[in-house]
């Protein structure tokens, strides 16, 4: 059962707030199902090849699809895999899901066999829903892969192309009107107070933790957030980074637009002159965009061929906006930033409509919802540190969560006893009482608001025969924000070149590309500290000088574009 490794919120919480009207005992698909009928003639979706779903089909459609997944044995509060990139298929196959009464995995397009394994076994997952093939790597080979290794994962959903013997095409369940032959209401109904949604954690600590988002906490987190950012029935707002992400998911994200009646154009294609485009042609209101796009969009030599009139507001999150970028959008693109700092655990942190420049420019915001709680604490301490100074970030309320999906000694770390998030986000508090991020306390690296945690890919490198000691850490990176960075002492003889351990990494270890380091230094020691511990301080030091002297060690990922990530 899902209740085996989640922890809830304390029952005085729970009644609080019920009491306050946060939370309203609906599932999100009684959610959906109202604004379908609500909206009905209305555009809701709209794809790359600029195919229109009206808020009708998508009732259809997702319900159609929940009908074909009961009948094929998915059970309401199982786990299924989603990892299907950007489009109608996806977001559909993930409503689809939610209305079965299952329970999706949002996982994303680049990750590979280690982290797919140990999501699919963590939470004993029942299904996995793929597109066939992108590019030129078949997830449909990776998915024999995993049940050689995966008991549980029984049921595979394919998407594009012909599945495999054993497999099931989502496509032919979309196009099956199954609903014409059962009968109405059949469809199990979950509890409100128990996970619709696995997220994904930054990852800071190994591979990334699942993140339970109940039906009450997350119908709020995306109805507030709505609210915040002033969608309605008017909103157009596209989606280039991957929808699987908690911030364009639902904060607002595609959650958001739907609970308002608006429109999401989706797309899987990141590159500045297609994102203009279709900013031109279905007249973007709102985008949503790590700093990475917008400065894709402010230095694109043509931009001005384009009619980008449309868009009036930039929602911007997952790693911090420089505010001379911030303050270019006014002058040169005519629209408006709102900027979030957020987790998929929970916390949202928004400046709002009506902030001043002083505040919307050069701050991350505040929390979204009058229930939210948070501190800014000394990490060492736990003590509250004076205002004005930096400090971790902790918080509590109606939409965060109060642990990680069975991981009980990690919870140990990450939750105070009184049930605050440890975010690991360093911040300190701006007169305004809006937040600004000044770095992060957990090791991590934040490549185009992807987090990388250090110690997964230390895992992986420690694994190859060549190595005797490895450390991974963040460079700065003008584009990016941050880059990987790997330190490395070899066995005696040894010579290693990053082609070579990119290549292993790749091969042996099946890590998510977008992981892979970008520099390699080898050294015949590693820095410690005073009290013997590896000092990546001065590892980061090293490695900005080294920068100067020679520019780059990096290797060509075939990645011209940024990351498509942002939240959480």
């Known amino acids: 059962m899902i209740e085996n490794g989640f922890i809830g919120w304390p029952e005085d919480f729970r009644q609080r707030y019920r009491d306050a009207g946060y939370w309203q005992d609906l599932t999100i698909g009684e959610i959906l199902g109202d604004r379908c009928d609500r909206f009905a003639s209305r555009t809701a979706l709209i794809g790359d090849d600029g195919t229109g779903y009206s808020y009708a089909d998508v009732g259809r459609l997702s319900t159609r699809l929940a009908l074909h997944l009961n009948r094929s044995g998915l059970n309401v509060y199982d786990r299924l895999i989603h990892q299907i990139p950007n489009s109608p298929e996806s977001v559909l196959a993930f409503l689809g899901i939610l209305m079965a009464g299952a329970v999706p995995i949002m996982t994303l397009p680049p990750h590979r066999e280690a982290e797919i394994t140990h999501f699919a076994s963590l939470a004993q997952a029942r299904g996995y829903a793929i597109a066939s093939r992108v590019r030129d790597f078949d997830f449909q080979e990776l998915a024999a892969a995993l049940q050689k290794n995966c008991s549980s994962l029984q049921t595979v959903l394919v998407s594009g192309g012909i599945p495999r013997p054993g ?200 929390p979204q919802s009058p229930g939210d709680e948070f501190r800014i604490v000394d990490p060492e301490t736990g003590e509250d540190v004076a205002p004005g100074e930096v400090g971790e970030l902790w918080c509590r309320g109606p939409h965060t969560i109060r642990g990680y999906y069975r991981a009980e000694q990690y919870n140990a770390k990450a939750f105070s006893p009184d049930g605050f998030y440890k975010s690991g986000d360093l911040v300190r508090l701006h007169p305004s009482g809006n937040v600004v991020v000044e770095g992060r306390n957990k090791d991590c690296i934040n490549r185009g608001g992807e987090k990388i945690s250090a110690e997964e890919i230390e895992n992986h490198i420690i694994a190859h025969p060549s190595v005797l000691n490895c450390a991974v850490v963040a460079m700065p990176d003008q584009l990016f924000g941050e880059k990987c960075c790997t330190f490395v002492v070899l066995t005696p003889g040894a010579l290693m070149t990053l082609e070579e351990l990119c290549d292993f990494l790749s091969r042996e270890r099946k890590i998510a590309r977008f992981k892979l380091p970008e520099r390699l230094e080898v050294m015949e020691s590693l820095p410690l500290t005073n009290v013997g511990k590896l000092n990546k301080k001065a590892l980061r030091e090293i490695v900005v000088q080294r920068m100067r002297e020679v520019p780059s060690h990096n290797l060509p990922l075939g990645e011209t574009q940024p990351l498509r990530s942002a939240h959480g």
């Open 167 to 366: 497999y099931q095409s989502l496509d032919e369940m979309l196009r099956d009107p199954i609903e014409e032959t059962m009968e109405a209401g059949v469809l199990p109904r979950p509890d409100p107070d128990l996970p619709a949604v696995l997220q994904l954690s930054g990852g800071t600590t190994g591979i990334p933790k699942l993140i339970p988002r109940t039906h009450n906490d997350y119908i709020y987190n995306f109805l507030r957030s709505a609210e915040v950012c002033g969608l309605d029935e008017h909103t157009v707002m596209l989606i280039a980074i991957p929808q699987a992400h908690n911030f364009s998911f639902a904060c607002p994200g595609l959650l958001g637009v739907l609970a308002t009646g608006g429109c999401e154009v989706i797309t899987s294609n990141p590159a500045t002159d297609h994102l203009m485009e279709l900013i031109q042609r279905h007249r973007v209101t709102h985008f949503v965009a790590v700093p990475t796009m917008i400065l894709g969009l402010l230095d694109h030599p043509d931009r001005q061929r384009y009619d980008l009139s449309s868009l009036k507001m930039i929602l911007t999150g997952g790693s911090k906006l420089n505010p001379e970028v911030a303050m270019r959008l006014r002058p040169e693109l005519g629209c408006e930033v709102q900027q979030v700092m957020g987790m998929a655990e929970g916390p949202l942190f928004w400046t709002h409509l009506d902030d001043p420049d002083e505040v919307s420019l050069h701050t991350q915001g505040r």
